[in-house]
C-alpha cells in the first residue's frame, strides 16, 4: 500500500493464502498505524472491488474510488436496472409504471443474488410490456436479481464524481504501478531469493526500504552526500543478494549531485 501523495510505500501483506481482496482492511490498519494519519481516499483497482469492503470503508467514512465488476447485460433493449425503484422497508422492486416486483427466493443462491419478479398478469396488461421486456414478453412477469450488499455498492458508486474518479484512478496508474514496476527492474520484485514467506516478506519490506529512501533523499530538502552513498550501497548489496543486474535508474538521477 502507498501514499499516492508521497509516493512512499506504508504498508505491506505477503500471504499466497488470502486474496487480495481480503487484505483491504490490514492495509488501511497499516497506513494508519505507520503514518498516524487517516486516509480520507481510498484507491485501488478491480479486485477490491467487493461488498465487504465498501461496507467496511463505509462505516469509517472513508470515500473508495474502488471499481468493481459489473454483471453481464444479456438484452441490451430491455429496461435498465436503474429505471427501478428499490423499496428497502418492503424489500421490493418498484417498475415505471408502478408495478411491484416481489421477492421470490428466501435465500440468496450461490452467487449472492436474490430473485425479484412481477405477476405476469400485471405485466401483460402494461402497454410498453414489449419495450421493458426488451422483446418477446415471456410467460412470467418481469424479474430482476440483487446481489447481497447492493446498498454498500451503490453508495460507493456514488461517493465520488466521474471526473474525480477518473483524476484518482490516473494518479494511482502513475504512482501505484509505476512503484510496482521499479521494484521488479531494480530490484528484482517479480523473483523471491528465499523460500519460506517469512524470509520473502523481508525481502518485499527491504525492497519497499530502499524504494522509500531513494525518495526521501530525492525529494528532502537536505541531500547529505553520505547518506546518499549508504544508500547506494544498500541498493547494490540488495541487488547482489537478489542476483539481480547492478543498473540503476537514470544514471543515479535520483541520487544528489555530484555522486
Known amino acids: 500500500m502507498q501514499c499516492m501523495e508521497a509516493g512512499l510505500v506504508v504498508g505491506e501483506t505477503t500471504d499466497a493464502s488470502v486474496g487480495e481482496s481480503r487484505t483491504l482492511e490490514t492495509m488501511v490498519e497499516q497506513h494508519e498505524a505507520n503514518t498516524d494519519l487517516s486516509p480520507t481516499h481510498v484507491v485501488a483497482d478491480k479486485a477490491y472491488g467487493t461488498a465487504e469492503n465498501y461496507q467496511y470503508l463505509r462505516d469509517l467514512n472513508l470515500q473508495p474510488c474502488i471499481p468493481h465488476r459489473h454483471p453481464r447485460v444479456?438484452?441490451?433493449?430491455?429496461?435498465?436496472?436503474?429505471?427501478?425503484?428499490?423499496?428497502?422497508?418492503?424489500?421490493?422492486?418498484?417498475?415505471?409504471?408502478?408495478?411491484?416486483?416481489?421477492?421470490?427466493?428466501?435465500?440468496?443462491?450461490?452467487?449472492?443474488?436474490?430473485?425479484?419478479?412481477?405477476?405476469?398478469?400485471?405485466?401483460?396488461?402494461?402497454?410498453?410490456?414489449?419495450?421493458?421486456?426488451?422483446?418477446?414478453?415471456?410467460?412470467?412477469?418481469?424479474?430482476?436479481?440483487?446481489?447481497?450488499?447492493?446498498?454498500?455498492?451503490?453508495?460507493?458508486?456514488?461517493?465520488?464524481?466521474?471526473?474525480?474518479?477518473?483524476?484518482?484512478?490516473s494518479r494511482r496508474k502513475s504512482v501505484i504501478e509505476g512503484s510496482f514496476g521499479d521494484a521488479a527492474t531494480h530490484h528484482g520484485f517479480k523473483r523471491s531469493c528465499w523460500r519460506r514467506l517469512w524470509r520473502v516478506k523481508v525481502q518485499n519490506l527491504l525492497i519497499a526500504t530502499l524504494q522509500n529512501m531513494r525518495k526521501l533523499l530525492k525529494y528532502g530538502r537536505q541531500r547529505p552526500r553520505r547518506a546518499a552513498l549508504a544508500i547506494r550501497r544498500a541498493i547494490l548489496w540488495l541487488q547482489t543478494a537478489t542476483r539481480c543486474p547492478r543498473t540503476l535508474p537514470n544514471r543515479h538521477g535520483w541520487l544528489p549531485s555530484g555522486i
Open 74 to 169: 444479456t438484452n441490451t433493449n430491455a429496461y435498465p436496472k436503474s429505471t427501478f425503484t428499490y423499496d428497502a422497508e418492503a424489500d421490493q422492486y418498484v417498475c415505471p409504471a408502478g408495478v411491484i416486483l416481489k421477492r421470490r427466493s428466501k435465500q440468496p443462491n450461490t452467487r449472492g443474488q436474490t430473485a425479484y419478479r412481477a405477476d405476469s398478469s400485471t405485466c401483460r396488461a402494461f402497454s410498453q410490456r414489449e419495450a421493458c421486456f426488451g422483446g418477446k414478453v415471456g410467460k412470467r412477469g418481469k424479474s430482476l436479481c440483487r446481489i447481497a450488499g447492493q446498498d454498500a455498492i451503490d453508495w460507493a458508486d456514488d461517493c465520488l464524481g466521474q471526473h474525480r474518479r477518473r483524476h484518482l484512478m
